[in-house]
């Protein structure tokens, strides 16, 4: 079965660093999505993509954060400055239309900031 | 903003006994989503819903996408050992895949 795959499975950075995150989506699917959860806490909406721009953020997707898609294949989740409190499991997830039909969530990075 | 309720919070139940657990909205949805959790894994989609109304099981686990478009609930039959771990419902009142989360169902299952 097709998988959404995210690398790292876990990043440790020092507070004030850059950190990407990476994730390829499923080949044939064209809407790409982060997510974020913070431990013990709900998954959180960060931004939709679709076409190469953003569709849709929300209020945590400030400046901090950018997402590109650099290739065919990868999509990434840059936070500029990193802060303790962006410590949290990040999710990709990609859908093939737009219609959430076939959405599927990847297994997630572990960001630890300290 | 929109308010999505889930629970209960936690089941601690025996094999074999059947589980439920259900989401409420505020807003009304098109789509609910029902996934599985387990520890420093990603969501794993369970069942997926796109019609109020509509019924729909998956092995042991059967969902409902209710009528008003508001609520949903999952049930799980005959619970097993690795039933164990945290169940949440999503929900969009959207086609672009912007999902809210439920807060999560614990579920543990005793022999």
Redesign the interface.
């Known amino acids: 079965e097709p998988e959404v795959t995210q690398t790292p499975s876990h990043q440790v950075t020092q507070m004030g660093q850059e950190v990407i995150l990476r994730c390829v989506p499923i080949s044939n699917h064209l809407y790409f999505y982060w997510y974020r959860q913070i431990l013990g806490q709900k998954v959180e909406f960060l931004v939709s993509f679709y076409n190469n721009e953003i569709s849709e953020k929300s209020e945590i997707f400030d400046d901090q954060f950018s997402v590109e898609r650099p290739d065919g294949s990868n999509f990434t989740l840059k936070i500029r400055s990193t802060k303790l409190e962006d410590s949290a499991m990040y999710f990709c997830a990609s859908s093939q239309d737009g219609s959430n039909y076939g959405y599927t969530f990847g297994s997630g990075t572990r960001l630890t900031v300290v | 903003g929109q308010q999505l309720n889930q629970s209960p919070q936690s089941m601690f139940i025996q094999e074999g006994e059947d589980v439920s657990m259900n989401c409420t909205s505020s807003s009304i949805f098109n ?1 609910w ?1 029902w ?1 599985k959790q387990d520890p ?6 369970l069942i ?1 819903l ?1 019609k109020a109304g509509e019924l729909t099981s998956n092995g042991r686990l059967t969902a409902q996408f209710g009528i008003t478009r508001k609520d949903s609930f999952l049930n799980i039959s005959a619970s097993i050992p690795s039933d164990v771990g945290i169940y ?1 419902c ?1 929900g ?1 009142t959207d ?10 169902t614990q579920v543990v299952v005793t022999p």
Do not use: D, I, M, R
Not at chain 2, 40 to 45: D, M, R, S, Y
Not at chain 2, 95 to 104: L, N, T, V
């Open positions: 789509t989503l996934y420093g894994e990603g969501p794993v989609l997926a796109y949440f999503a969009t086609s672009w895949g912007k999902f809210q989360f439920g807060a999560g």
